[in-house]
């Protein structure tokens, strides 16, 4: 139950927070450009990543056996979940500027706005190409993200599951526009995904390297609260800290 | 380019080399270590993923 719950909220948080960076990227190319084109660029790279999910994925699950699999997954899920945790605890310490969707729109639209437009009627390569480009690369993280998750005990179901869920909330605040973008707590959001993410890491890892956990799933909990513990003291001495002018 | 980059390797080098190191230790103490590894290993492998954390973070407060 710890871990259904765990990849759930887990994919959920961090599909949900991929999505919306890409949402804010389509968004953008959408309301300076033709919002056609950048419809067609969004599913053109939705199509490119199902075509190499449904391609590779059975492949690879195929071949893999178990424990290799768990190093692999438990490798890459550290490798991104400590890169949310530390950008999270440089965020909320106060070292790096909060992240905000509704600043990554804003910066977005500044950057094609300098662009030329094409001739009424002609397709606009550019806007397709910058929204398929953001839309593919924040996919890619999806994909990994809910792939790792759906590794765990309870399989793909949490994960699709939460990922569902991401994806009507992200859907739902697309069409209330950006308003919503700029209340969300994206700092502290990204942090938790960061904690879990990592817990998910450690963990996997330690049982495809032949561990056996005390308490079993539940060892995500203590290996959760450890990784918070860490990442708050580090989170207090960095924000009692002077910063250099 | 620059993306992709970013995207494997993320804003610093700290990061995948430290999970490469937790990777590498932790196959060798696999191999090498007895029965406690079994026991015991998982909190090794926290321990070292603490340290990585900590290590990524070192530059933050060198700038004081």
């Given amino acids: ?245 | 380019m620059r993306a992709l980059r970013k995207l494997v390797l993320g804003e610093t080098v700290a990061l995948p080399v430290g999970v490469a190191l937790v990777l590498a230790i932790g196959l060798a103490l696999e191999a090498l270590a007895g029965s406690w590894w079994e026991d015991d290993g998982g909190f090794v492998l926290l321990a070292l993923v603490v340290a990585v954390l900590t290590v990524s973070l070192a530059p933050a407060h060198r700038r004081r």
Avoid: C
């Avoid at chain 1, 990554?104 to 639209?109: N, S, V």
């Fill in chain 1, 1 to 245: 139950m710890t871990a259904f719950v765990l990849t759930l909220v887990g994919a959920a948080l961090a599909v949900g927070l991929e999505l919306l960076e890409a949402l804010a990227i389509v968004l953008a190319v959408g309301s300076t450009r033709r919002p056609r084109d950048a419809v067609i660029g969004a599913v053109g790279a939705v199509v490119l990543l199902a075509v190499v999910v449904v391609a590779v994925g059975p492949l690879l699950l195929a071949r893999l056996p178990l424990e290799p699999l768990q190093v692999v997954i438990g490798t890459a899920l550290l490798l991104f979940g400590l890169e949310w945790l530390r950008k999270g605890v440089l965020r909320l310490a106060g070292r790096r500027s909060p992240s905000n969707s509704f600043q990554e729109y804003l910066e977005e639209r500044e950057a094609l706005e300098g662009m030329d437009a094409p001739p009424p009627g002609r397709p606009d390569w550019p806007a397709r190409i910058v929204a398929g480009k953001g839309v593919l690369l924040e996919g890619v993280e999806v994909v990994l993200i809910v792939a790792a998750l759906g590794a765990g005990p309870d399989g793909l179901t949490p994960a699709v599951a939460g990922a569902a869920l991401a994806v009507v909330i992200v859907i739902g605040v697309g069409l209330v526009l950006h308003r919503p973008l700029m209340r969300l707590p994206e700092s502290h959001l990204k942090y938790a995904v960061g904690i879990v993410l990592s817990s998910f890491g450690v963990f996997f890892l330690g049982e495809g390297l032949s561990v056996a956990w005390p308490g079993g799933d539940a060892a995500l909990l203590y290996v959760a609260g450890t990784l918070l513990a860490a990442s708050w003291v580090q989170i207090a001495t960095l924000s009692r800290e002077p910063v250099a002018a």
